[in-house]
C-alpha cells in the first residue's frame, strides 16, 4: 500500500466508448502524473499536475484529457481511443523538491477493443 | 537527448548474487531511482544515489558513478520474491525522471 489508489483497477472499452480513470492520493503530496507503460517499454510520462496546475503534456493526444480538481484527486478522461492506447496507466505522486521521489498506484489495466 | 540503458531480461539462481546495470545520459543531473515492479503491481521506491559511491540497504545495494554515468544494483542472497521487473530512473535538471525499460529479473531454484 504506497498511498495511491487508482480505479477501476482493470477496463475493457470500445473505441467509441468515454470513459474515466481515477487516482487519489492519501501523501498531502503537491504533484501528481500520469504515466503510460506498454510491455517492454520506458514509461512515458503523459501529464504533470503542481498544485492542481498542469506543467507537463507530453504530446499526448487529445483522446487523452486530464482533470485535476484538487492537490489529491486526479482523473484521465478517455474518448474515441484507438487498440494501440490498450496499456498500464499508473498513477503517481510526490512531494515536489529536489528529491522527489515518486510514489505510485496500482494502475488500470486498460484494453481497447 | 535523453536516454536510459539497462539490459532487458537478466535470470539468477537462488541464494545467488546478481548486479543489474544502468547508463544514463540526462539534460542535467539530480540523482538516480532504481524502482522495483512486480508482475501486476506499482513499481515502489528501493534507492535513490545522488553523490558516487555505493548505498548499502540490506540486501540490496546502489552504486553510482557521475563521471561514466553509470548505475548498478547488487542484489545478494537472492529470493523467489525478488523476481521482478528492476526499474532505472535518471532525474535531468527539471527535476523530471527519465526511465529505462526495465530489467526483468528471473530467479531459478
Known amino acids: 500500500e504506497t498511498g495511491v489508489t487508482q480505479t477501476p483497477r482493470h477496463l475493457v472499452m470500445g473505441m467509441t466508448n468515454k470513459k474515466s480513470l481515477k487516482c487519489e492520493q492519501h501523501?498531502?503530496?503537491?504533484?501528481m502524473y500520469w504515466y503510460k507503460q506498454s510491455a517492454k517499454k520506458p514509461l512515458e510520462l503523459m501529464f504533470v499536475?503542481?498544485?492542481?496546475?498542469?506543467?507537463e503534456n507530453n504530446s499526448v493526444p487529445s483522446r487523452f484529457s486530464p482533470e485535476c480538481p484538487n492537490s489529491s484527486h486526479l482523473f484521465l478522461h478517455l474518448h474515441t481511443l484507438q487498440p494501440e492506447d490498450s496499456a498500464l496507466y499508473l498513477c503517481?505522486?510526490?512531494?515536489?523538491?529536489?528529491?522527489?521521489?515518486?510514489?505510485f498506484g496500482p494502475g488500470t489495466r486498460l484494453t481497447v477493443l | 537527448g535523453q536516454n536510459i540503458d539497462q539490459p532487458t531480461e537478466m535470470t539468477a539462481t537462488e541464494g545467488a548474487i546478481v548486479q543489474i546495470n544502468c547508463t544514463y545520459q540526462?539534460?542535467?543531473?539530480?540523482?538516480l531511482f532504481w524502482y522495483q515492479q512486480h508482475a501486476g503491481e506499482a513499481p515502489t521506491f528501493l534507492s535513490y544515489?545522488?553523490l558516487d559511491g555505493l548505498e548499502e540497504k540490506g540486501r540490496f545495494s546502489s552504486f553510482l558513478s557521475r563521471s561514466k554515468g553509470y548505475s548498478y544494483l547488487l542484489l545478494k542472497e537472492l529470493q523467489m520474491k525478488d523476481s521482478a521487473s528492476y526499474l532505472c530512473?535518471?532525474?535531468?535538471?527539471?527535476?523530471?525522471?527519465?526511465w529505462g525499460a526495465g530489467t526483468k529479473l528471473i530467479i531459478k531454484p
Open positions: 503517481a505522486s510526490s512531494q515536489k523538491d529536489e528529491y522527489n521521489e515518486q510514489f
Open positions: 501523501l498531502g503530496h503537491n504533484a
Open positions: 530512473a535518471g532525474m535531468d535538471s527539471n527535476y523530471q525522471l527519465i
Open positions: 544515489n545522488v
Open positions: 499536475y503542481n498544485f492542481k496546475e498542469q506543467t
Open positions: 540526462t539534460s542535467g543531473f539530480n540523482g
